[in-house]
């Protein structure tokens, strides 16, 4: 019993020193951490990031130029304040790189897809047809909305009509799916249930991976049953379409003069450029709407919060908007005047961004920091949008919701680009900064102004109870507006009661 005794007390005298080595031979030991840092106690520093990552960012924010804090299964090193905001941006791909930490952070070999991981064909696609199309896709954004509206949102004439506004901005979204598989006869629900949950499937294997020692990682990802039960059900509804349009590429080829211009139609395209089937094709729709439906549902229900909360501000958005509807229509042009709810909604995302962390990279060379941090290769570095965007020195009353501020700026301002919805900046991180800042934003912001100005036109809108605009949910660095809040919609009437 005592040599029974002897051994376990030896082994773990054995794994503590190696615990403490460890820690104190950690390349990242240099970089003062928020929280505790020690072997095991980190643990309970990335449970309170986990709860309150808002606080311990704006902590180490007030206090150092690089801190780091603890995620589930990693430290991640924070950079604080524009300036090394801007650094950070500017360190090229051979150094740092995006698409390693995005894909390290999200998993996206298991959680999605490993074809994807090679061929990202979505970006090329987001950034160049998407991008240069939105005049052709925003008549038909105008068209699906109004739909989608319809069916989600079904208003009694004179009462008030309860809606939980996180659910139905997302099935909003999820109906005008960027691709005309939403225009499949019935909007087949199946499918668009896929599309939606897929996200939260995403976030349910990576949080599951967190937990598995990196040797484990690839047999327990392999195993996970979601990404490849969504590729399969996406496929039953997108795969014939796939091969119907092919079929016709074979037919007419270059004489094919009615060629859908849409997103289907433009991934097809790039899968053939880079030799791959029609696999890669079901999984990169999935990736644009993961990379879309979310992150736009999320920021509409921030502005709509801001609104229910703030009714002073719907009669200078009306007004913006009738005046410039009647001389421009519903356009890609008349969106792009209406500067009071560009400000608006910029402003929402400044208070409200999706995400406390942008402009992440994973280190691929080792780097050395302007302040003299080094940075060994394998960290993930990250800016601090939150504080960035709280920090008093840049924003007056910067934790005030001041909706119109940027369209002031604006005003006789030759540098008004500058502060449009979306411009980034160093000092304005919402949407990222630099080469890798969200591809999807030009698409984003007119879609979310459209969906806006139709709200505004035709509803009046209350929280159902009064009380202000409820407080955010942050788990981890994620922000997501308040859960289990209902909205009041009625049909407008001019004067609010
Ligand atoms: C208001 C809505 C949106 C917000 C707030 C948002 C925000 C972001 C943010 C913060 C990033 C990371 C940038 C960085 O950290 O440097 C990002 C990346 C990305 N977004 Fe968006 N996004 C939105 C809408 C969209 C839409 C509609 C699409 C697709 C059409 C899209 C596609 C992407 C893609 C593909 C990336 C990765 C870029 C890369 O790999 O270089 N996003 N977005």
Redesign the pocket.
């Known amino acids: 019993m005592v040599g029974v005794l002897q051994v376990i007390g030896a082994v773990s005298v054995v794994v503590c020193i190696a615990l403490l080595m460890r820690w104190r031979f950690d390349p990242l030991y240099h970089i003062p951490a928020i929280g505790p840092s020690s072997p095991l106690l980190s643990y309970l520093g990335a449970y309170r990031y986990c709860r309150n990552a808002k606080d311990m960012l704006q902590e180490g924010y007030n206090k150092y130029k690089v801190f780091r804090v603890p995620y589930i299964d990693r430290w991640i090193v924070i950079v604080s304040g524009p300036d090394m905001n801007e650094e950070l941006r500017r360190f090229p791909d051979s150094h740092v790189s ?2 390693v930490a ?1 894909s390290e952070i999200i998993q996206t070999k298991y959680t999605i897809a490993p074809n994807l991981h090679r061929h ?1 064909i ?2 090329p696609v ?1 950034r160049g047809p ?1 991008t240069r199309n939105l005049n052709v896709v925003f008549a038909g954004v105008i068209d699906e909305i109004q739909k989608a509206f319809v069916d989600v949102i079904p208003i009694n004439e004179d009462e008030w009509t309860k809606v939980h506004a996180i659910k139905v901005m997302a099935q909003d979204f999820r109906q005008f799916d ?1 691709d005309e598989t939403s225009l499949l006869e019935g909007r087949d629900p199946e499918y668009l249930d896929t599309v939606v949950n897929f996200t939260f499937n995403v976030t349910r294997g990576r949080f599951i991976l967190s937990f598995v020692p990196s040797l484990f990682k690839s047999a327990v990802g392999h195993m996970l049953p979601w990404s490849k039960r969504a590729i399969r059900r996406a496929s039953v509804f997108l795969k014939p379409l796939i091969e119907e349009r092919k079929k016709k590429l074979r037919q007419l080829g270059d004489d094919w003069s009615d060629k859908p211009n849409d997103l289907l139609m433009w991934l097809m395209d790039e899968a053939r450029k880079v030799g791959e089937d029609d696999d890669l094709v079901v999984q990169s729709v999935l990736m ?1 709407n993961f ?2 439906i979310h ?2 549902s999320h ?1 509409i229900t921030h502005a709509l919060y801001h609104l229910a909360a703030n009714p002073e501000y719907v009669q200078p958005l009306r007004e913006e908007a009738e005046f410039i509807i009647k001389e421009h229509g519903w356009t890609k042009a008349a969106m792009g005047k209406m500067r009071k709810l560009d400000s608006f909604m910029r402003e929402s ?1 400044r208070l409200n ?3 406390s962390l ?3 990279r994973q280190v691929l060379q080792s780097i050395t920091l302007s302040d003299g941090t080094y940075i060994p290769a394998g960290t993930i570095i990250s800016a601090s949008a939150r504080s960035t965007h709280d920090d008093k020195q840049l924003y007056d009353r910067a934790d005030e919701f001041d909706p119109f501020r940027f369209s002031d700026m604006r005003e006789g301002d030759s540098e008004g680009l500058k502060h449009q919805y979306v411009t980034t900046s160093p000092e304005y991180v ?5 080469k ?6 030009f ?2 912001v007119n879609e ?1 102004k459209v969906m806006m100005v139709y709200m505004l036109l035709n509803f009046d809108i209350k929280f159902e109870h009064e009380g202000g605009r409820p407080e955010n949910l942050n788990i981890w660095h994620s922000v997501l507006p308040a859960p289990n809040v209902n909205l009041m919609f009625r049909k407008r009437r001019d004067v609010l009661t």
Not at 430 to 434: D, I, L, M, P
Not at 436 to 441: D, L, W, Y
Request: glycine share 12%.
């Open positions: 995006f698409e995005a990202p979505h970006l987001i998407l960027l644009s990379a879309a992150t736009s920021s995302q961004g999706i995400t942008t402009v992440m919402a949407f990222g900064h630099g890798h800042a969200c591809p999807g934003r698409f984003a979310l």
